[in-house]
């Protein structure tokens, strides 16, 4: 969809310039507080559950978390300038569907999330970080600006309006990574708990075999604590960082258990590890 086009339904639809759909109200990346704060500055439309104020059509409201690879949803992000994409949780290699329907549909996304998410963007000016603002008043006055000039919101968007296909990617490190990749792989991986689980398990069986031992480190997988989207401190009030703090007790204590081959009583685990954290131990 053409900027024009997207101009004119702005208008004829009295669309806002910015979509926000989430109906996750309660997480660890605390996205809804910023969206709030963001909405004072510049017009959004927030269709899902979380800081809703507007309503979806019968034919998506009823099912859209069924249909958010359909043809029909997708064609109603893309009426969309820009759409909001906030992680549920920052991790450093955590990036979903929230940053990857809009970039494809021609929305530009707004950012919050994965710290190495823009290693995986076609070009430097495929999305805009939400981190590169020092504040969401700043981050509007910055919108707004796209939205005066075409030609300066087109370059966000050059992966899918370069006329030469040569130009529309030119991150070499994602282009590394496409030729690298292996080929045929699904892309459908059913109940991504129950795969990691299995490649936990499989781990453990070939490094015991091999009388291997495999340490995770921040290089497989970090989520760093809960931090407040506009200040940046560490967000106390939110619940997630005690949960945070909770858990790390309880991935000491199983370490624990695996290395000295001690069978798990959930209840007793539990037990155990909430005196771990109440008595600061972890």
């Not at 991790?91 to 990857?100: A, G, N, R, V």
């Not at 190495?116 to 910055?142: C, E, G, R, V, Y």
């Not at 919108?143 to 006329?163: F, G, I, M, Q």
Request: include cysteine; charge should be neutral; proline fraction near 3%.
């Amino acid at each position: 969809m053409s900027t024009k086009e997207k101009s004119a339904l702005m208008h004829a639809e009295n669309l806002a310039p910015v979509l926000y759909i989430q109906s996750d109200c309660d997480t660890a990346s605390d996205r809804d507080s910023y969206v709030s704060e963001l909405m004072k500055h510049i017009r959004i439309d927030s269709y899902g559950a979380c800081v809703n104020n507007a309503q979806l059509d019968n034919r998506l409201k009823n099912n859209y978390l069924d249909i958010l690879s359909d043809r029909e949803f997708l064609f109603f992000v893309a009426k969309y300038k820009f759409t909001i994409a906030f992680e549920n949780a920052i991790c450093d290699d955590y990036i979903t569907e929230k940053l990857w329907r809009p970039l494809v549909v021609g929305s530009v996304p707004i950012y919050y999330g994965s710290p190495s998410f823009k290693d995986w963007l076609p070009n430097n000016k495929s999305a805009i970080s939400i981190l590169d603002f020092t504040s969401p008043i700043k981050l509007a006055h910055f919108l707004h600006n796209l939205l005066k000039n075409d030609s300066a919101y087109e370059e966000y968007l050059s992966h899918k309006l370069n006329l030469k296909r040569e130009n529309r990617v030119t991150n070499s490190k994602l282009l590394h990574a496409l030729e690298k990749r292996q080929t045929g792989i699904p892309n459908d991986f059913g109940n991504y708990m129950e795969e990691f689980e299995c490649f936990v398990c499989e781990r453990i069986q070939k490094n015991s075999y091999e009388l291997k031992k495999s340490i995770v480190t921040k290089r497989q997988y970090n989520c760093s604590l809960p931090r407040d989207p506009i200040t940046g401190e560490i967000n106390k009030r939110n619940w997630w960082t005690e949960q945070w703090n909770i858990e790390k007790c309880g991935a000491k204590l199983l370490s624990h258990y695996i290395t000295n081959n001690i069978s798990i009583n959930i209840k007793h685990f539990d037990e155990q590890k909430m005196t771990m954290y109440d008595n600061n131990e972890c």
